[in-house]
C-alpha cells in the first residue's frame, strides 16, 4: 500500500535551518507529482511547496518564498523540504502528500490522495 514517511522535524531557534524527508513506498514514485503542506495549531492545513514527477517544475505559498526548497530523488524515492531562516510563524506539523492526477501542482490539499502522519517542527523566538 502507498506509505509516506516524514522526518526531520524538531525544536530549532529562529534563523536556524531544517531538512524534511519524505520516503515513499507502495507506488511508482517517480510518476506522481508530491506536496508539502503544513498545519498549526487551531488552523486549516495550508499547502507550503509541490514539484512535478521530474522535478522539472516547483512552486510555492507566498509566505514562504525564498525560505524553502522542495526537491526530490526519484531513485530513493523520497521528497525533501529544504528550510532556511526559520521563524516562529513556520511552527506546524508538516504533512508530505501524493498528488491524485495530473501533473501540474496545486495548492488545494483535495488534490492530493495519500498522506504521511507529519513530523512537527517547531521554531522558539
Known amino acids: 500500500q502507498v506509505q509516506l514517511v516524514e522526518s526531520g522535524g524538531g525544536l530549532v531557534q529562529a534563523g536556524d535551518s531544517l531538512r524534511l524527508s519524505c520516503a515513499a513506498s507502495g507506488f511508482t514514485f517517480s510518476t506522481y507529482t508530491m506536496g508539502w503542506f503544513r498545519q498549526a495549531p487551531g488552523q486549516e492545513r495550508e499547502f507550503v511547496a509541490g514539484?512535478?514527477?521530474?522535478?522539472?517544475?516547483?512552486a510555492y505559498a507566498d509566505s514562504v518564498k525564498g525560505r524553502l526548497t522542495i526537491s526530490r530523488d526519484n531513485a530513493k524515492k523520497t521528497v525533501y523540504l529544504q528550510m532556511i531562516s526559520l521563524s516562529p510563524e513556520d511552527t506546524a506539523v508538516y504533512y508530505c502528500?501524493?498528488?491524485?492526477?495530473?501533473?501540474?501542482?496545486?495548492?488545494?490539499?483535495?488534490?492530493?490522495?495519500?498522506w504521511g502522519r507529519g513530523t512537527q517542527v517547531t521554531v522558539s523566538s
Open positions: 514539484i512535478t514527477w521530474s522535478g522539472g517544475s516547483t
Open positions: 502528500a501524493r498528488k491524485r492526477l495530473g501533473v501540474v501542482v496545486t495548492p488545494n490539499a483535495y488534490d492530493y490522495d495519500s
